[in-house]
């Protein structure tokens, strides 16, 4: 149980806090109420929470690395072509019919494209 002494300050850092606050909500908001508002429903209210009974700063900072890790995401999805969710799903778009194809293939199963980047 040594690496829970390691981690121990982790916990202590606001920004982790309020991180974990976030998923919590999130998952009681999916669990009890709709999972399409449960993302709105726990960033609002643990901003609105946070700023009223701490500080301003530490949503602050969490949105900003949210959104810069959103940014990140959107970067490398439309300047590069590479979707990390189908990635890690281990999938690839077809360019022609747009169809999810498996990350290997190097003809679409859909529409007998050739896929040139084939790895
Ligand atoms: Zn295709």
Redesign the pocket.
Known sequence: MDWLKTIEPLFKEPLVQFFIWLALIQVMAQVFLDRRIAFWISSISATYLWIKNYEVFTPIKAWLIILGIFFLYLLLKYLFHFNVFLYLKGRKR?P??Y?E?HIKATV?P??H?KLKDAT
Do not use: E
């Open positions: 077809c022609v019919c169809s194809v679409c859909y529409c494209n």
